[in-house]
């Protein structure tokens, strides 16, 4: 069964950074990119970037350069995301999900991480 | 960025009715390859977005063949095909041929 575990949820004080896992399983993880979106809240999704394991290559929406960092650890089948220079208005739920190197997008989504920035 | 268009924003349905989901593209979604990225998720409250559609028409493993997708160029539409009780919930159309990857603003289906 594919499974896409993400870490819990964050309570995180602005300035500060926060770091998110999303651990595979259930499939070969370097046949597939991982994504990540946010969805601020009551609103509608935003693609953040993705990583491809197989060869540690990323690529970012322009939107979240220098605000998110995407990685992976291959020998744990597991995907990170860290933020940096935490703001309100980067308090989301983030997801990852998996992609294909064919056009089979999403077809897996972790449960989502809610990240709240406050004092 | 390509914005995508999702109309109607709330869409009002009574068990069994059919319905459709139109979303429209600021640029043509057919790729230099042939294919046209364009993809349908739904997110029932509380949970994370469930493909439904990819590649305009084709269904997902597991989604029931009430659901279908159409169009081509920058017009695509999602059709129900008699709505059930568990279809309800925000409906996003995405795209992955123009980067940054963009979606609409959703669609949610509510009950009559």
Redesign the interface.
């Known amino acids: 069964e594919v499974k896409l575990q993400q870490s819990g949820d964050e309570l995180v004080r602005p300035g500060a950074s926060v770091k998110m896992s999303c651990k595979a399983s259930g499939y070969t993880f370097t046949d597939y990119a991982m994504h990540w979106?946010k969805q601020s809240p009551g609103q509608?999704?935003?693609?953040i970037g993705t990583i491809i394991p197989l060869i540690d290559t990323t690529?970012y929406?322009?939107?979240f350069k220098g605000k998110a960092t995407l990685t992976a650890d291959k020998s744990s089948n597991t995907a990170y995301m860290e933020l940096s220079r935490l703001t309100s208005e980067d308090s989301a739920v983030y997801?990852c999900?998996r992609a294909p190197y064919s056009?089979?997008?999403?077809?897996y989504?972790?449960?989502?991480v809610m990240v709240t920035v406050s004092s | 960025d390509v914005v995508l268009t999702q109309t109607p924003s709330i869409l009002s349905a009574t068990i069994g009715q059919s319905v459709s989901i139109s979303c429209r593209s600021s640029q043509s979604l057919l790729d230099s390859d042939g294919?046209t990225?364009l993809?349908w998720?739904l997110q029932r409250p509380g949970q994370?977005?469930?493909?439904l559609i990819?590649?305009v028409s084709n269904l997902?493993?597991g989604v029931p063949n009430r659901f279908s997708g159409s169009g081509s160029g920058t017009d695509f539409t999602l059709k129900i095909s008699g709505v059930e009780a568990e279809d309800l919930g925000v409906y996003?159309c995405?795209q992955?041929t123009h980067?940054?990857?963009?979606?609409?603003?959703?669609t949610k289906l509510e009950l009559k």
């Open positions: 979106v509608g999704l935003e693609w690529s929406n322009q939107k997801y999900a056009a089979d997008y999403f077809d989504w972790g449960q989502g | 294919n990225y993809y998720f994370s977005p469930q493909r990819y590649l997902g493993s996003y995405m992955a980067a940054p990857w963009t979606f609409g603003g959703g």
